[in-house]
């Protein structure tokens, strides 16, 4: 799976409670470079819901080159940042311009 800078992937998620996870949409931000061959990559949590935060990004359909969101518009959350390992990826969905 090529995972490039700005793809939009379904990452498996644990809850709070760490006992019961659920794939959810994730923006890559680490470079495509880096992704070529480091085991993880860096993403930021995608969610349906705005908080009014100065800590979230709008994404809407006319931000995807490729691929389509199941919710507009999406909010990707800056101060969600997680490393994870590439593998657990389900799928690549869309990509940001």
Do not use: C, H
């Not at 470079?33 to 709008?58: F, H």
């Amino acid at each position: 799976m090529q995972v490039k800078q700005g793809s939009i992937v379904l990452v498996d998620f644990s809850y709070s409670n760490l006992k019961e996870t659920k794939y959810r949409p994730a923006l890559v931000i680490s470079s495509s470079k880096y992704n070529e061959t480091a085991i993880d990559v860096v993403v930021l949590r995608v969610t349906s819901r705005s908080r009014g935060s100065a800590w979230e990004s709008k994404i809407i359909t006319d931000d995807l080159a490729e691929g389509s969101i199941d919710i507009e518009p999406s909010y990707v959350r800056v101060d969600s940042i997680y490393a994870v390992e590439k593998e657990i990826f389900r799928k690549i969905v869309a990509q940001l311009r």
